[in-house]
């Protein structure tokens, strides 16, 4: 089955303490994102890759960072939590060529304490 | 900024009903345009493209009005699985992937 796979699905933590989310993805795309939802705010992009070993700046950067070393994963770090990072965080994958239609995990429910 | 601008609803109607959800987009280059579906606490699902010329998928018409920068979405006999957030979405540009999203419209299917 086609599909975009992130982890955990939920995760609560404290200020301060690193953390990864994982972002994985079965249909060879290209291109994937990393976003986070937050109610009155909408989805707003973090930061985002055209292949392996390409990545850039979303919207929002600030505190995170990513990899991509291999095509089908991009994971998500945050070095150092902070509360105003407790958020709905969503990964994204499209592949170049398409419309720019874009394929959604399930999400990461993320709570920093 | 480049901005998506959507009503923010909720808009309750009643089963059968017909309703229209309507979104703004400030950036003229946008190329690409989409409607994305996202219940409560999931991921945004992908409705339709929309496409210049109009288009329709089974109770579902999406319009799109370049000049006014102005997409539509239109849901005909409306059923209690519609009820959703629908979320307009449109690229930054032709050949761009970068997607900037409305904030959605809550529409809520009553019997």
């Known amino acids: 089955e086609a599909q975009v796979t992130q982890n955990p699905r939920y995760l609560i933590t404290v200020t301060g303490k690193k953390l990864t989310v994982t972002c994985s993805q079965n249909m060879n795309h290209e291109y994937m994102s990393w976003y986070r939802q937050d109610p009155g705010l909408g989805l707003r992009q973090i930061y985002y890759?055209?292949?392996?070993?390409?990545?850039d700046k979303g919207d929002v950067p600030e505190g995170y960072k990513v990899s991509r070393k291999e095509k089908r994963n991009f994971p998500l770090i945050l070095e150092s939590p902070s509360p105003n990072q407790t958020s709905l965080y969503f990964c994204?994958?499209?592949?170049?060529?398409?419309?720019?239609?874009?394929?959604f995990g399930p999400g990461t429910r993320l709570t920093v304490l | 900024r480049k901005e998506v601008e959507q009503d923010p609803g909720p808009f309750n109607v009643p089963e059968g009903a017909t309703v229209a959800f309507n979104c703004t987009y400030s950036?003229?280059?946008?190329?690409?345009f989409f409607w994305y579906r996202q219940d409560c606490r999931k991921e945004p699902k992908l409705l339709m493209s929309?496409?210049?010329s109009g288009n329709e998928d089974g109770r579902f018409t999406a319009q799109l009005n370049r000049a006014s920068q102005y997409i539509s979405l239109l849901i005909r006999d409306s059923k209690l699985s519609d009820s959703a957030t629908y979320l307009c979405?449109?690229?930054?540009?032709?050949?761009?992937?970068?997607?900037?999203f409305g904030k959605g419209t809550k529409l809520s299917v009553i019997p």
């Open positions: 890759s055209m292949n392996v070993e390409v990545t």
């Open positions: 929309v496409y210049s």
């Open positions: 979405v449109v690229t930054e540009r032709a050949g761009s992937y970068q997607l900037t």
């Open positions: 950036n003229s280059a946008s190329q690409s």
């Open positions: 994204a994958s499209s592949p170049l060529g398409g419309k720019g239609e874009q394929f």
